[in-house]
């Protein structure tokens, strides 16, 4: 595959964008690619063109997109995806990709990630020792259809150690993480439609589970209130923005800010996820989180009342539940 000048510049330098700062340009293409360092700079300088094999290798690497170079207008999004399965991309495989996103904020001085949340966002779940398994649960039995969580009611000895690690290090990365939360009064319904839906069918191996896993999501709630009223989670420097959006139904949209690179992270069917890039399309998705946040309550640090108004509604919602099925 040829690429012009221009064209095989732009490639390397979306290439550039993805490498954490401390990292070599040059020393990278080497070790991928499998080439002297020379050759290196003889490829960033445009002296030598690209390959299609070498194209092929920094793709996949990097998840880079050449038709969004070679589109002659912004009109064509590319986005990486993965289908989560029981064979190839398994959930634990999910898992860990979760925690390399998380990861790739890290060596960036300058980060923030914005989450447009449908459901409370995943992380805070795997800081609690009932609720992290249901999920867990949940996704392999009712959305992934694994043949070994079938036809057995939920109980937290069926989820590996291993799982249970990975959620908790997913946690622990994503609370010490710079962002924004946008949240509305329907946050809290999905995993509340989750609890009461298995306790009617009588899914829970302990019938107690059900009212254990409510009394857990207060405590949660409560937390999370707690540092909403604050800003932040475990040091000042890990800021935490929560505002409360009534205009809108949530998609669970993310975005990640790092200096001047972009991420965008859009869910579908519920556990896959599509990733892209490109610059246009993440700047879209910015300026429109962006005009969300402008036009929702921030209901963290400021807004006492708000904040109290909203979580007092979140617990009693949840009290209900508890309720019902105690």
Request: hydrophobic share 40%.
């Amino acid at each position: 595959m040829i690429l012009t000048d221009n064209i095989q510049s732009a490639f390397l330098d979306q290439v550039k964008k993805r490498l954490p700062p401390n990292l070599s340009m040059a020393d990278e293409l080497s070790e991928i690619l499998n080439i002297s360092r020379d050759s290196a700079y003889r490829r960033i300088r445009g002296e030598t063109i690209l390959s299609l094999d070498e194209v092929k290798t920094l793709c996949n690497r990097f998840g880079v997109s050449v038709d969004a170079l070679l589109s002659p207008s912004n009109e064509m999004v590319s986005f990486h995806y993965r289908v989560v399965d029981s064979q190839h991309f398994t959930f634990d495989k999910w898992l860990k990709s979760v925690l390399n996103n998380l990861e790739m904020l890290v060596p960036f001085a300058d980060k923030q990630l914005i989450y447009f949340a449908k459901d409370i966002p995943v992380f805070y779940y795997f800081n609690s020792p009932l609720m992290g398994p249901f999920k867990m649960f949940f996704w392999m039995n009712s959305v992934l259809k694994e043949e070994g969580y079938q036809n057995v009611p939920f109980s937290p000895d069926l989820i590996p150690k291993e799982l249970i690690t990975l959620g908790e290090k997913i946690w622990k990365r994503y609370s010490e993480t710079p962002r924004i939360e946008i949240w509305s009064e329907e946050t809290l319904n999905v995993t509340l439609r989750q609890i009461e839906f298995y306790h009617e069918c009588g899914f829970f191996a302990d019938p107690k589970y059900g009212v254990q896993l409510c009394n857990e999501y207060i405590a949660l709630v409560q937390e999370i209130r707690s540092w909403a009223s604050v800003g932040f989670k475990a040091s000042v420097e890990n800021k935490f923005h929560l505002y409360k959006n009534d205009l809108l139904i949530a998609d669970n949209t993310i975005l990640f800010r790092m200096g001047d690179k972009r991420v965008t992270f859009i869910p579908y069917n519920t556990m896959n996820i599509l990733t892209t890039t490109q610059e246009p399309f993440c700047q879209q998705t910015e300026d429109y989180l962006i005009n969300l946040i402008n036009k929702s309550v921030l209901i963290s640090t400021t807004g006492e009342k708000e904040r109290a108004k909203f979580f007092n509604q979140m617990e009693q919602k949840i009290v209900q539940l508890r309720n019902r099925i105690g």
